[in-house]
């Protein structure tokens, strides 16, 4: 049984094992929960006195509590509840959103919806990645944007890992959050007589699905429904605003719209270069060394799924050249300014390696890790197994040229590999991860764990 529950990576046959959660550090952080509330556009005073105060004086009531720290910033709150203890992780959970979901009405401003934050301590961020294009010999090659990168991670890599068993949160950083962008002209808006309400109400009107009844025609019942979510910049610019004289005024008659990178208050940096990446938060109470290895799974089976594109160095391939290349092999190289991604794609997956003109290969979207916490874990395991190995090992040496009782001197060393065995059975029981405080105390124990074997077996030994 201690074999199976083990922290070390033994391999016991095809047998089954459960490991005790291991981690390179003790978890000391406090027992606490966060709640979070976003109002974009407000002060940190508007911000302290409509959200952090109210929430404040309603979470003090919660069982359990043992105090509050709150901070109020531009644009939001967060609000740290300090919890005893002796107070279940879980259930403190269960006793926030309680109160959350019974705060009276009026208590916040309507549109202010709290949250509370991943079920996750402050030691959970157990793998940091960015997204790079790779081409196939896992060579940097470039071609995306941060805008296509933070689009890809906010809506394919960080959804898949989210899936490995184990992990609370995945969160996104750096890049740019794409966005729909009206620019107005205020002459246009004079001239037509638009106000600026006007337009926040075409657009919001404009987005929308909308069904009605159903009609029948030839004994089939067909539903009617009006088609009206924004897809493209040209649905907004064709938005009607007001109508003067019968004459519609469109959106695009009095301003601009673009596809634009959302305001950000930070980056990402790697090497002194902007890069857009994730970080994986462990979940309260798993195993962080297997949760990385479920990531890692993860990031293996999905890898061929995230995005590729054609790339091609113009420093090694002309655009002439490019051209005839692909002209001469049956497809139009170009969309425009752009390449011909389908065509190009279409070709390069198809075709050998040694085959595909210089210059020119795809680039894969690849999940780069810049943090890893196993390779630490793997370290202090490996020293700990090591010391422990040796001093039991040496011990052993020692019971018998003392002893000099080849039988006693095996009953003794028999106690140490099966009191560190009884001892990892015991933490998986009561829940104690292996981490370099436990399983120090395990290797400094080992003189304390022989004593009562040497004294019982000697003076059995001098009685008889």
Sequence with gaps: AGILVAPFDWQVGDIQRYPIPVDAIPDIGENQQIVFTEWMGRSPQDIEDQITYPLTVSLLGVPGVKSIRSYSLFGFSTIYIIFKENVEFYWSRTRVLEKLNSLPAGTMPAEVRPTLGPDATPL???????????????????????????????WYARYWLLSADGVSEVASIGGYVREY???????????????????????????????????????????????????????????????????????????????????????????????????????????????????????????????????????KISKEEAGQFARAHGFEPFDGADLNQQAWLTYLRGTPQDQWPEGVTISRITVVPFYDRAGLIYETLGTLNDSIAQEILITIIVVIIMVFNL???????????????????????????????????????????????IVVCENILRHL
Excluded at 187 to 196: E, I, N, Q, S
Excluded at 282 to 305: C, F, H, Q, S, W
Excluded at 426 to 447: H, P, T
């Design 124 to 154: 959970g961020q157990i793998y940091w990645y960015t997204l790079e294009g790779r081409d196939p010999d896992g060579n940097p090659a470039g071609g995306w944007d941060l805008e296509e990168l933070r689009t890809t991670q906010d």
């Design 181 to 315: 962008q009206v620019d107005v002209d205020p002459d246009a808006m004079r001239a037509y007589g638009v106000t600026l309400t006007d337009v926040f109400k075409a657009v919001k009107a404009s987005n929308i699905d909308v069904g009605a009844k159903t009609l029948e025609l030839n004994r089939t019942e067909y539903s009617i429904r009006g088609i009206g979510f924004i897809k493209q910049v040209s649905d907004i610019e064709n938005s009607v605003v007001k109508v003067n004289q019968n004459v519609p005024i469109l959106i695009k008659q009095i301003g601009t719209v673009t596809l634009g990178p959302a305001i950000r208050r930070g980056a990402l940096d790697k090497g002194g270069a902007q890069a857009v990446g994730g970080v994986v938060i462990a979940r309260y109470g798993d195993n962080p060394l297997g949760v990385i290895k479920n990531v890692k799974n993860k990031i293996e089976e999905t890898k061929d799924a995230l995005p590729a594109k054609a790339v091609m160095d113009h420093s």
């Design 407 to 453: 039988r006693s001197s095996v009953l003794i060393s028999g106690m140490l590999p099966l009191a560190v065995l009884l001892c990892f059975i015991a933490m998986k029981l009561f829940g104690v991860d292996a981490n370099i405080v436990a399983l120090s105390g395990i290797v400094i124990a080992i003189g304390t764990i022989v004593d009562m074997g």
